[in-house]
């Protein structure tokens, strides 16, 4: 059932971006033929202003209709007969307020939600570098370079490449003691090993409390039970899953005191950690459950977040297009409604995040998406129209109506022909159980 919140999303995002095209066209005074609120057949209709409001049997979105959209029309209100840069801004307006709607999404999850936290550990650390001279070790959490937090693998980067050649004063996190030590990066670094002589991982802060315990199993006989919160092995306190799992990684084969936190009261427990196999994580027996650890963000601050995760899936969009048009990618990489529909149940499965800030962040996804795609310079698409507006500006003249719509209607078969292909491809995946997070 969790499929089923794809519908509202995508309906949600396609009126939204033909809300777009129509509130465009009433600024530039465009006649609007008809508003249409989900698809047809048409259940009822209330006419406003001269223009048809109509109410549709399946809720997949909506459409505007104006007057000379397909032809050249006589009509003085006709959207051929606008100035380039109205027709422009008009083709462009959905695309603007899918984009719109993806920064409005984000801001709100930055404001309600916060902003996750990330800690950045140490994960090898290579024989005769810099690092190892300092005497770091692979689970030591980098904190602080030259007293300034470090957040996340680029400022680390950026601020040892600045360092190059002297001492720098980084800070770690070694279990509960904070250990205060001095490098100096490498100008010419072998290659593959960077200026430390480290492999750094990355990981979202989050608190983990277990689901489940097998009967039987290591978890159950040190005593653990569904809903206890894994806070130390040992010294280290456990704050995310990449510690969690190097935790026991390092500790395979032996007993370790495992502390947690039940009903708000600290308890150790006794835990005997099975070796490694197959180059596999210890099983313990349970499953886990990580709750994303977030900060307050200031509330002037928000706007500026929610801009820079937009322009970030902007950014990811674009390269996806890209990969696609290189044949990095293929149609396989590529999913319909229906793929849309398990990615989205599959997500929620998966997901760290509370249901509602998973769906807030996909349809922000999905928007941004659909803004870049109805813009690329393909018949029958926003940016195809867009084109042909361009390709009159350069020429001075515009390409006959008869010969545009012609090439749209092409475009517009090939889309169709593109849509089944997608559709086919998502029903096969659906029936063979293969997931779309592979």
């Given at each position: 059932?969790?499929?089923?919140?794809?519908?509202p999303?995508?309906?949600?995002?396609?009126l939204?971006?033909?809300?777009?095209?129509?509130?465009?066209?009433?600024?530039?005074?465009?006649?609007?033929?008809?508003?249409?609120?989900?698809?047809?057949?048409?259940?009822f209709?209330?006419?406003?202003?001269?223009?048809?409001y109509s109410f549709?049997a399946?809720?997949?979105?909506?459409?505007?209709?104006v007057?000379g959209?397909?032809?050249?029309?006589?009509?003085?209100?006709?959207?051929?007969?606008?100035?380039?840069?109205?027709r422009?801004?008009?083709?462009?307006?959905?695309?603007?307020?899918?984009?719109?709607?993806a920064?409005?999404v984000?801001?709100?999850?930055?404001?309600?939600?916060g902003?996750?936290?990330?800690?950045?550990?140490v994960?090898e650390?290579?024989?005769?570098?810099p690092?190892?001279?300092?005497?770091?070790?692979?689970?030591?959490?980098?904190?602080?370079?030259?007293?300034?937090?470090?957040?996340?693998?680029?400022?680390?980067i950026?601020?040892?490449?600045?360092?190059?050649?002297?001492?720098?004063?980084?800070?770690?996190?070694?279990?509960?003691?904070?250990?205060e030590t001095?490098?100096?990066?490498?100008?010419?670094?072998?290659?593959?090993?960077?200026?430390?002589?480290?492999?750094?991982l990355l990981?979202?802060?989050?608190?983990?409390?277990?689901e489940?315990?097998?009967?039987?199993?290591?978890?159950?006989?040190?005593?653990?039970?569904?809903?206890?919160?894994?806070?130390?092995?040992?010294?280290?306190?456990?704050?995310?899953?990449?510690?969690?799992?190097?935790?026991?990684?390092?500790?395979?084969g032996?007993?370790?005191?495992?502390t947690?936190?039940?009903?708000?009261?600290?308890?150790?427990?006794?835990?005997?950690?099975?070796?490694?196999?197959?180059?596999?994580?210890?099983?313990?027996?349970?499953?886990?459950?990580?709750?994303?650890?977030?900060?307050?963000?200031?509330l002037?601050?928000?706007?500026?977040?929610?801009a820079?995760?937009t322009?970030?899936?902007?950014?990811?969009?674009?390269?996806?297009l890209?990969?696609?048009?290189?044949?990095?990618?293929?149609?396989t990489?590529?999913?319909?409604?229906?793929?849309?529909?398990?990615?989205?149940s599959?997500?929620?499965?998966?997901?760290?995040e509370?249901a509602?800030?998973?769906?807030?962040?996909?349809t922000?996804?999905l928007s941004?998406?659909?803004?870049i795609?109805?813009?690329?310079?393909?018949?029958?698409?926003?940016?195809?129209?867009?084109?042909?507006?361009?390709?009159?500006?350069?020429?001075?003249?515009?390409i006959?109506?008869e010969?545009?719509?012609?090439?749209?209607?092409?475009?517009?078969?090939?889309?169709?022909t593109?849509?089944f292909?997608v559709a086919?491809?998502?029903?096969?995946?659906?029936?063979?159980?293969?997931?779309?997070?592979?």
């Open positions: 059932m969790q499929a089923l919140y794809i519908v999303i995508l309906a949600i995002l396609i939204v971006h033909e809300l777009g095209h129509f509130l465009t066209a009433r600024l530039f005074g465009i006649r609007v033929l008809e508003f249409g609120i989900g698809l047809p057949p048409r259940l209709g209330i006419r406003r202003g001269g223009v048809l549709n399946i809720p997949l979105g909506g459409f505007v209709r007057v959209e397909d032809s050249r029309a006589d009509d003085p209100d006709s959207v051929q007969n606008k100035p380039r840069w109205q422009a801004i008009f083709l462009g307006a959905g695309a603007l307020m899918n984009l719109l709607l920064f409005l984000m801001m709100l999850l930055v404001g309600f939600r902003q996750p936290q990330f800690h950045l550990y994960a650390v290579v024989a005769d570098s690092a190892a001279a300092a005497r770091w070790q692979p689970g030591d959490r980098i904190v602080a370079l030259d007293g300034q937090p470090v957040r996340d693998a680029s400022q680390l950026e601020r040892t490449e600045q360092a190059a050649g002297r001492p720098l004063r980084v800070t770690l996190l070694r279990g509960t003691e904070q250990i001095t490098v100096v990066p490498r100008e010419n670094p072998p290659p593959g090993q960077g200026r430390m002589g480290i492999r750094v990981e979202p802060a989050a608190r983990l409390t277990v489940s315990v097998q009967t039987g199993s290591p978890a159950a006989m040190a005593g653990l039970r569904p809903g206890d919160r894994l806070v130390r092995i040992g010294m280290y306190p456990i704050e995310d899953a990449a510690i969690y799992s190097l935790l026991l990684e390092q500790n395979a032996k007993t370790v005191e495992l947690i936190e039940r009903e708000g009261q600290t308890t150790t427990l006794q835990l005997a950690v099975p070796p490694l196999s197959a180059g596999e994580l210890p099983n313990l027996g349970m499953t886990i459950r990580p709750t994303l650890v977030t900060a307050p963000v200031p002037w601050r928000v706007p500026l977040d929610g820079v995760q322009v970030v899936l902007v950014a990811q969009m674009v390269q996806g890209l990969m696609l048009i290189r044949g990095e990618a293929s149609l990489d590529i999913a319909g409604p229906i793929g849309m529909g398990q990615l989205t599959e997500i929620l499965q998966l997901s760290p509370p509602w800030v998973t769906l807030g962040h996909l922000a996804l941004v998406n659909l803004a795609l109805n813009l690329v310079p393909f018949p029958a698409l926003d940016g195809g129209r867009l084109f042909f507006v361009l390709v009159e500006a350069i020429r001075g003249r515009r006959p109506p010969k545009e719509g012609l090439i749209h209607l092409i475009g517009f078969a090939i889309l169709l593109l849509m292909i086919f491809v998502d029903i096969g995946r659906l029936l063979s159980g293969e997931s779309l997070l592979r």
